[in-house]
């Protein structure tokens, strides 16, 4: 399968822990990107990457939440002490270009907070 | 920013027509793009625009009037596996985001 690989696919958290989303772009796609979708809501970007640099963090939350994209390996998206209202699907896209006109997503990563 | 507005949800027979509209208001312009997503599934592509005109995908088409900051997705012969939630986005001036409309949610009736 060469699409965009996402896990895990279900995250069941306990408040105050550590959530660590992972993402492997498309073969060949060097720009990934986060999204979250709450429950019966639109996409909302959260951040965007490339290889070891972070290129546009304006939809990350200024507390809780980092993202990293290292020269090995996939992209991390981490939530730090989570809290019940972090409970969504976080969705990661990958694209060719440098352009976000069109990204391809993963099956995306649902999160629970209990 | 961006902001985009389509319709929430609608309904339609199999065999029928669904034109879903989308409105845009952005900074620094370059195509739309759409994007269907399944309940509890992964958005997927479906079109992108960037230059004004229908692009027909079998039976999909989506159209653009960069004029009037205005597109559709037409969805033709419809069938019960289109029911599903389409989007509509448009990325900023740098590229660096996608950004969604709310979704139309179109629930497909035998």
């Known amino acids: 399968n060469a699409g965009v690989m996402q896990n895990p696919r279900h995250l069941v958290r306990r408040r105050g822990q550590e959530a660590r989303l992972r993402c492997s772009p498309m073969?060949?796609?060097?720009?990934v990107y986060w999204y979250r979708q709450l429950p019966e809501e639109g996409l909302k970007f959260m951040v965007y990457?490339?290889?070891?640099?972070?290129?546009?963090e304006s939809g990350m939350p200024k507390e809780r939440f980092s993202a990293e994209f290292p020269k090995e390996g996939p992209s991390i998206l981490r939530i730090q002490q989570v809290v019940r209202g972090d409970s969504a699907a976080y969705f990661c896209?990958?694209?060719?270009?440098?352009?976000?006109?069109?990204?391809?997503f993963g099956e995306g990563s649902w999160l629970t907070v209990v | 920013g961006q902001s985009l507005e389509q319709p929430s949800e609608v309904t339609a027979v199999e065999g029928a027509i669904v034109q879903i509209n989308c409105t845009y208001q952005t900074s620094g312009f370059y195509g739309l793009s759409w994007y269907q997503q399944h309940d509890g599934g992964a958005p997927t592509f479906l079109s992108y625009n960037a230059l004004d005109g229908l692009e027909e995908t079998g039976r999909f088409s989506s159209f653009l009037s960069r004029s009037d900051s205005y597109g559709y997705l037409l969805l033709q012969e419809l069938q019960m596996k289109d029911s599903a939630s389409y989007f509509c986005?448009?990325?900023?001036?740098?590229?660096?985001?996608?950004?969604f409309g709310g979704g139309t949610r179109v629930l497909v009736k035998p």
């Open positions: 073969k060949g796609h060097s720009h």
């Open positions: 896209a990958s694209s060719p270009g440098d352009r976000a006109d069109t990204i391809y």
């Open positions: 986005a448009v990325a900023d001036a740098a590229g660096n985001k996608l950004t």
């Open positions: 990457l490339q290889k070891e640099n972070i290129i546009d």
